[in-house]
């Protein structure tokens, strides 16, 4: 009985002694282990990777300091506009962009280390049309400055002036649009008015009206060789008989004609809206004045040629100067060129025609419209 009891006191005592050891081995590692010592490691929440690195993640922190935003003037990147600037350009000289230079620049032609470029240059003192010198100044206030004029950057011939028409510019890298010499809108009827001392006001061959040097001295009635420059202020070259001659320039809707015309004179309408003034008795148009097609060149016989005149396209002696070359006559110029209001003659084109094949440099030529279809090359 007494070992019985021993027995059962030993197993008791083995028992709570075993009890004991494993409540002390659960409570020492409670502290290391098990699962909510792990869920301590929440801990690293604070400074869990994903979440400390959005403070200073590189998409967000470095947003201030990116270079695509503020430096995008140095780095070649032009923002975005429909008309590209010309291929090489340092900036977009196109008015209806922005030309990616700082304030008080200009995009314009420079001239560097003996070269022509595109760049952004402090802007000028010369106004549109004013006289400038690209390397050695006065430079332009915009545009740029080509033979001597600031002239304006185009897209089209709608952004120049008077009349005046957009083409390619030459000596330029990249051939950017620019429009042609300056054309004022003055009065030929009332010529000192509105021009520069030393300047009056012509109607053109083509319509328009400009400024330009009284070179010339023909007076009423004496003759002339189909050019701008040969009559007096006041008056144009237009056929009469069996030549031409200097006819007086009235407007019969500015009322003037009756006070412009010599007594006795005849008239007939020309470009533009004008009326020629002719002496009495000569007819409006000679009998052999034949009309004819600028494009198709369709006058009879090689001796003959096709050009524009003061009251439409007709058939005249052709001249022998092709198409570059200076001229004073409208068909001084070879058949299938005429001379345009600047001394030069130009080649008719097809305004149809977008390969602009009659034009020597084609596709990089413009064709600049002057009625029915034709036009002349400006390139």
Same mark, same amino acid.
């Given at each position: ?19 004991? $050891?494993?409540?002390?081995? @659960? ?11 792990? /869920? ?16 200073? /993640?590189? +998409?967000?922190?470095? %947003? ?8 995008? #003037? ?6 975005? *506009? ?24 200009? *995009? ?6 003996? #070269?022509?470029?595109?760049? *952004? ?11 400038? %010198? ?6 332009? =206030? ?37 429009? #042609? ?5 003055? /009065? ?29 001295? @023909? ?28 006819? !007086?320039?009235?407007?019969? !809707? ?66 022998? +100067? ?36 009659? &034009? ?5 030529? =413009?064709?600049?419209? $002057?009625?029915? #279809?034709?036009?002349? &090359?400006?390139?």
């Amino acid at each position: 009985m007494r070992r019985q009891a021993l027995g059962y006191f030993e197993r008791s005592l083995s028992a709570a002694l075993v009890s004991l $050891i494993l409540a002390g081995c @659960g409570a020492s590692g409670g502290g290391s282990s098990g699962d909510d010592g792990v /869920d301590g490691t929440d801990g690293t929440d604070a400074t869990d990777a994903v979440d400390a690195v959005d403070s200073t /993640d590189g +998409t967000d922190g470095t %947003d201030a300091t990116d270079g695509t935003d503020g430096t995008d #003037g140095t780095t070649g990147e032009l923002p975005e *506009c429909q008309f590209q600037p010309p291929l090489g350009a340092k900036c977009n000289p196109y008015t209806q962009c922005d030309s990616g230079c700082a304030n008080g620049e200009i *995009c314009t032609a420079t001239v560097q280390n003996g #070269g022509t470029r595109l760049a *952004c240059t402090p802007a000028g003192d010369v106004p549109l049309a004013g006289t400038c %010198d690209a390397e050695n100044g006065p430079f332009c =206030q915009e545009g740029t400055c080509i033979d001597g004029e600031c002239r304006s950057f185009c897209v089209d011939n709608i952004d120049c002036k008077n009349g005046g028409s957009c083409g390619q510019a030459k000596g330029i890298p990249g051939k950017p649009t620019v429009c #042609g010499a300056s054309q004022v809108a003055c /009065d030929p009827t009332a010529p000192s008015e509105g021009c520069p001392a030393d300047e009056a006001c012509f109607l053109n061959n083509d319509a328009t009206t400009d400024c330009k040097v009284a070179a010339g001295a @023909g007076k009423f009635g004496e003759p002339c060789s189909n050019t701008v420059a040969d009559c007096e202020p006041g008056h144009i070259c237009t056929p009469s008989g069996d030549g031409s001659v200097c006819a !007086a320039l009235c407007s019969e !809707a500015a009322g003037n004609c009756s006070t412009i015309c010599p007594e006795g004179s005849s008239t007939k309408p020309v470009s533009g809206g004008y009326t020629a003034c002719l002496p009495g008795g000569e007819p409006p148009d000679p009998p052999d004045l034949v009309p004819c097609d600028l494009l198709a060149q369709d006058c009879a016989g090689e001796a003959q040629g096709c050009y524009p005149t003061q009251e439409g396209t007709f058939c005249l002696v052709a001249g022998t +100067t092709s198409a570059g070359g200076n001229c004073a006559g409208t068909n001084d110029c070879q058949p299938g060129a005429f001379c345009f209001s600047n001394g030069k003659c130009v080649t008719v084109c097809d305004k149809s025609d977008a390969t602009n094949a009659l &034009c020597e440099t084609g596709v990089n030529a =413009q064709c600049v419209e $002057i009625g029915g #279809g034709a036009g002349y &090359c400006d390139e």
